[in-house]
């Protein structure tokens, strides 16, 4: 955890550095949060930053984000950098409430896939989605964490866990470990 920070500044941090904006902070992150759509990534970071822990995000769409970038902060020791894994069908019914918002997969894929809803509700969507997510995390090797059906809370207390427990960085491709709730 981010010595000597409180909730208030992890709070404004995980705001400011939600769906990977200002990426020139994360390198200020205790925890980077990677993860498709509907996965719980908002969620997550606001519940960690409740905490004291300083957590930020980046979604994984189309071609971004570029596991080189991710790499050059995961060389430097810092952040702690997790995947974010849930089912497919979970992803859909948490995209599913949040219809309105077909603006983001016009901006996402580029098109419009000729139904208002259909990114919210295209099985097949999801399904790409996560297959690039889980290509990515291979590609890092990073951390994995199996979210499907837990609550924020209980994901929190998971990374905490593995804050105090982090090695320090050597500049190889760290053992990739699949965590479950």
């Known amino acids: 955890m981010s010595k000597n ?6 709070t404004e941090y995980a705001r400011s550095t939600d769906d ?15 993860g498709v759509s ?12 409740r905490r004291g822990v ?6 994984i769409y189309g071609n971004s ?5 991710i790499s050059k902060i995961m060389e430097r020791g810092s952040p702690l950098v997790i995947g974010l894994v849930c089912h497919w069908k979970v992803i859909l019914q948490r995209r599913g409430q ?8 016009q901006h996402l894929y580029g098109t419009d896939h000729g139904s208002e809803h259909r990114y919210f509700e295209d099985r097949e969507l999801a399904l790409d989605d996560v297959k690039k997510a889980n ?8 951390e994995t964490l199996d979210i499907s059906g ?8 998971q990374i905490i866990k593995l804050l105090p427990q982090r090695p320090a960085s050597t500049g190889a491709t760290p053992e990739r470990r699949v965590l479950r709730l």
């Open 5 to 10: 920070s409180d909730i208030e500044e992890c």
């Open 20 to 34: 990977g904006n200002h990426q020139d902070l994360h390198r200020d992150a205790d925890v980077l949060l990677l």
């Open 38 to 49: 509907g996965v719980g990534k908002t969620a997550l970071c606001s519940e960690l930053a």
């Open 54 to 59: 300083k957590a930020a995000n980046i979604p």
């Open 65 to 69: 984000p570029k596991s080189e970038s």
């Open 98 to 105: 949040r219809r309105g918002w077909n603006a983001i997969s």
């Open 135 to 142: 290509r990515l995390y291979r590609e890092l090797g990073c």
């Open 150 to 157: 837990d609550s924020p809370e209980k994901a929190a207390e």
